[in-house]
């Protein structure tokens, strides 16, 4: 018998004349201590195989020297170390499908090799497969202490490059060599599978940010801004925000300019949306100083004098008060005291200065006559030409071509349309339970476990859909309309004489007699919805950011129905003179 014959295995045991018989009848101590030697034999080997050239004979006894303890114990680590990182509702999966994706997986790697004809046993190379896992086990451990993606995938590519050079020392000994490639192919997928195992997303139990909670009826219907930009002090003094009404959309035509895109030098159509924007009034500023526990208010200074819709904001019921706001304050300000010592202390004191500004809301066409009024930041210069700035514009309109310009990315910021109280399948997007459930489908059958005694928040439920607040960032402005022009939806390849107001009206909202802002795509809201306009916090850098805007066409037909008709004009033009055009 040859030296390389009396070293392979039979049925999983070293072959030797001592032990040509079984092992049942050893003393259990013995074989226990047969098998820790082979696993730290096993793991010693696949260590060092990469820095040790073994010889043919060495190669072959680890191939076919195969056991089935040291994969199952790499496993169940591994499956542990990713039970630590998975996320709650995932915990309970991760030892299932690990070990079904695993185990089947080198079954299946196995069955190819010996489909391929590879002159090995098939628990042999299923041995293989699983002390392969040990590099994937090592890097679990180690992400539990350095949780870098950056860390973790440069010791994936060494472990695949280690692992295939075990591989290959392994397979060189008993393969062909044109079937090797077909063993190794199928052997990447399966490792570079087991390596991205722990970003896995085993299901979706919702569709919906929990981070919305709770879901209920905002307290308000204008948007809340909650961080304005960074101040910059080598700017003039600005203001960071503005309001307007939602009236409608409709879309346009324009010219694509991205050098190397598909799209570049073409025309395509978009959905813009038109806000309606009269210019706003200062009345006032509130100076704020910084303390541990965020910023306070130090004071308050009102203009001299306040429009009667402003007023209305003070009050739950204008009509039954003695409307007597602001009486006093008008003159304390009359006799210019108060006044100049209170702008003094907000100079002395004061690090952040909001002013305070309200809608002309009775110059749109809504049936609305409470002006709404917010702060707005300014940005820009010291703390003292802000409240300069600030006292300049008291009484005066605030136009929104002040603020903002046009292919500037903006933020939205408003209260969403409420849909009233939903099940969970149309407020969660749950999946409809089978046909034949009992007691209803459109529901979750499991609330949860019986402890804790309680349904958890992340279990969907039914409830309000709807009318909250939400942030839709960068905003692309395509054009800053003016009220009083009657060309404002005129472009250079369309001479028309036409407003922006579509034939008939917006619907649910009327005409558009101010200043307005077309923005790109839709924004939050229904009809007549406040919307607040802000800054963008992070100036963009994208080319579509970057990307001036060249209109060619605004549609202004008919928004009820199939419009044809640009204009009136056009219309009478096609039809002719008609019955009542005729008598007057």
């Given at each position: 018998?040859s030296?390389?014959d009396?070293?392979?295995?039979v049925?999983g045991d070293?072959?030797?004349e001592e032990?040509s018989?079984?092992?049942?009848?050893?003393?259990?101590?013995?074989t226990?201590?047969?098998?820790?030697?082979?696993?730290?034999s096993?793991?010693?080997?696949f260590?060092?195989?990469?820095?040790?050239d073994?010889?043919?004979?060495?190669?072959?006894?680890?191939?076919?020297?195969?056991?089935?303890?040291?994969?199952?114990?790499?496993?169940?680590?591994?499956?542990s170390?990713?039970?630590?990182k998975?996320?709650?509702e995932?915990?309970?999966k991760?030892f299932?499908?690990?070990?079904?994706?695993?185990?089947?997986?080198?079954?299946a790697?196995?069955?190819?090799?010996?489909?391929?004809g590879?002159?090995?046993?098939?628990?042999?190379?299923l041995?293989?497969?699983?002390?392969?896992?040990?590099?994937?086990t090592?890097?679990?451990?180690?992400?539990l202490?350095?949780?870098?993606?950056?860390?973790?995938?440069?010791?994936?590519?060494?472990?695949?490059i280690?692992?295939?050079?075990i591989i290959?020392?392994?397979?060189s000994?008993?393969?062909?060599?044109?079937?090797?490639?077909?063993?190794?192919?199928?052997i990447?997928?399966?490792?570079?599978?087991v390596?991205?195992?722990s970003?896995?997303?085993?299901e979706?139990p919702?569709?919906?940010?929990l981070?919305?909670?709770?879901?209920k009826?905002?307290s308000?219907?204008?948007?809340?801004v909650?961080?304005?930009?960074?101040?910059?002090?080598?700017?003039?003094p600005?203001?960071?925000a503005?309001?307007g009404?939602k009236?409608g959309?409709?879309?346009?035509?324009?010219?694509?300019?991205?050098?190397?895109?598909?799209l570049n030098?073409k025309?395509v159509?978009?959905a813009?949306t038109?806000?309606?924007?009269?210019?706003?009034i200062?009345?006032?500023?509130?100076?704020?100083?910084e303390?541990?526990?965020?910023?306070?208010?130090?004071?308050?200074?009102?203009?001299?004098?306040?429009?009667e819709e402003?007023?209305?904001?003070?009050?739950?019921?204008?009509?039954?008060?003695?409307?007597?706001?602001?009486?006093?304050y008008?003159?304390?300000y009359?006799?210019n005291q108060?006044?100049?010592?209170?702008?003094a202390?907000?100079?002395?004191?004061?690090?952040?200065?909001?002013?305070?500004?309200?809608?002309?809301?009775?110059?749109?066409?809504?049936?609305?006559?409470?002006?709404?009024i917010?702060?707005i930041?300014?940005?820009?210069?010291?703390?003292s030409?802000k409240i300069?700035?600030?006292?300049?514009c008291f009484?005066?309109?605030?136009?929104v071509?002040?603020?903002?310009?046009?292919?500037e990315?903006?933020?939205?910021?408003g209260?969403?349309?409420g849909k009233?109280?939903?099940?969970?399948?149309s407020?969660?997007g749950?999946?409809k339970l089978?046909?034949k459930?009992r007691?209803?489908?459109?529901?979750?059958?499991?609330?949860?476990a019986?402890?804790?005694?309680?349904?958890q928040?992340?279990v969907?439920?039914?409830?309000?859909?709807?009318?909250?607040?939400?942030?839709?960032m960068?905003?692309?402005?395509y054009?800053?309309?003016r009220g009083?022009?009657p060309?404002?939806?005129?472009?250079?390849?369309d001479?028309?004489?036409k407003t922006?107001?579509?034939?008939?009206?917006?619907?649910?909202?009327?005409?558009v007699?101010?200043?307005f802002?077309?923005?790109?795509g839709?924004?939050?809201?229904?009809?007549?919805r406040?919307?607040?306009?802000?800054?963008?916090?992070?100036?963009p850098v994208?080319?579509?950011?970057?990307?001036v805007?060249?209109?060619?066409?605004?549609?202004?037909?008919?928004k009820?129905?199939?419009g044809?008709?640009?204009?009136s004009?056009e219309?009478?033009?096609?039809?002719?003179?008609?019955?009542r055009?005729?008598?007057?």
């Amino acid at each position: 018998m040859s030296e390389i014959d009396k070293d392979l295995v039979v049925g999983g045991d070293i072959y030797n004349e001592e032990n040509s018989g079984g092992t049942l009848s050893e003393p259990l101590l013995k074989t226990v201590k047969r098998d820790v030697f082979l696993i730290y034999s096993k793991l010693h080997y696949f260590v060092t195989a990469g820095k040790n050239d073994f010889d043919r004979a060495h190669n072959l006894k680890m191939l076919y020297n195969w056991d089935l303890w040291g994969p199952c114990i790499l496993l169940l680590l591994l499956s542990s170390c990713l039970y630590i990182k998975a996320p709650f509702e995932n915990k309970d999966k991760i030892f299932s499908v690990l070990h079904f994706f695993s185990i089947y997986g080198a079954i299946a790697i196995a069955l190819n090799a010996q489909i391929l004809g590879i002159n090995c046993s098939f628990f042999a190379i299923l041995s293989m497969l699983g002390y392969c896992i040990f590099p994937f086990t090592v890097i679990s451990l180690i992400s539990l202490i350095i949780p870098y993606f950056f860390v973790k995938l440069i010791f994936t590519v060494i472990s695949v490059i280690h692992i295939y050079r075990i591989i290959q020392l392994s397979i060189s000994e008993i393969a062909p060599e044109e079937k090797r490639i077909l063993i190794l192919y199928p052997i990447s997928l399966f490792f570079f599978s087991v390596a991205e195992m722990s970003h896995r997303k085993f299901e979706r139990p919702r569709s919906g940010s929990l981070g919305f909670l709770p879901r209920k009826r905002c307290s308000r219907s204008r948007g809340k801004v909650k961080a304005f930009p960074k101040d910059d002090s080598s700017q003039p003094p600005h203001l960071t925000a503005f309001m307007g009404y939602k009236a409608g959309m409709t879309h346009i035509v324009r010219d694509v300019d991205k050098p190397g895109s598909k799209l570049n030098k073409k025309e395509v159509v978009e959905a813009v949306t038109i806000v309606e924007t009269p210019p706003m009034i200062c009345v006032g500023f509130v100076g704020y100083i910084e303390t541990p526990n965020g910023l306070r208010a130090l004071t308050t200074v009102f203009a001299g004098y306040l429009s009667e819709e402003c007023k209305r904001r003070f009050y739950k019921n204008y009509y039954r008060s003695k409307r007597k706001a602001f009486t006093k304050y008008a003159r304390n300000y009359a006799e210019n005291q108060r006044m100049e010592a209170e702008i003094a202390r907000c100079k002395q004191y004061c690090t952040v200065i909001r002013a305070l500004c309200h809608t002309q809301v009775s110059k749109t066409g809504l049936n609305k006559k409470k002006a709404d009024i917010m702060e707005i930041q300014v940005n820009g210069g010291s703390v003292s030409d802000k409240i300069d700035f600030c006292v300049r514009c008291f009484e005066q309109p605030i136009p929104v071509s002040t603020i903002f310009s046009e292919n500037e990315m903006i933020d939205i910021i408003g209260i969403s349309k409420g849909k009233g109280y939903k099940g969970v399948i149309s407020r969660w997007g749950v999946t409809k339970l089978p046909r034949k459930t009992r007691r209803g489908v459109r529901k979750v059958s499991c609330i949860g476990a019986w402890h804790p005694a309680r349904v958890q928040f992340q279990v969907p439920r039914a409830g309000q859909k709807g009318y909250g607040q939400r942030t839709e960032m960068n905003k692309k402005i395509y054009r800053i309309g003016r009220g009083d022009d009657p060309r404002n939806a005129s472009t250079s390849a369309d001479l028309t004489e036409k407003t922006i107001t579509p034939m008939g009206g917006f619907p649910r909202y009327g005409v558009v007699n101010q200043d307005f802002l077309m923005l790109k795509g839709c924004t939050v809201g229904c009809k007549k919805r406040l919307l607040t306009l802000r800054k963008s916090l992070v100036p963009p850098v994208t080319r579509s950011a970057l990307e001036v805007v060249n209109l060619k066409f605004i549609d202004t037909s008919s928004k009820f129905g199939h419009g044809r008709f640009q204009t009136s004009a056009e219309k009478a033009k096609y039809y002719g003179p008609c019955k009542r055009s005729a008598e007057n």
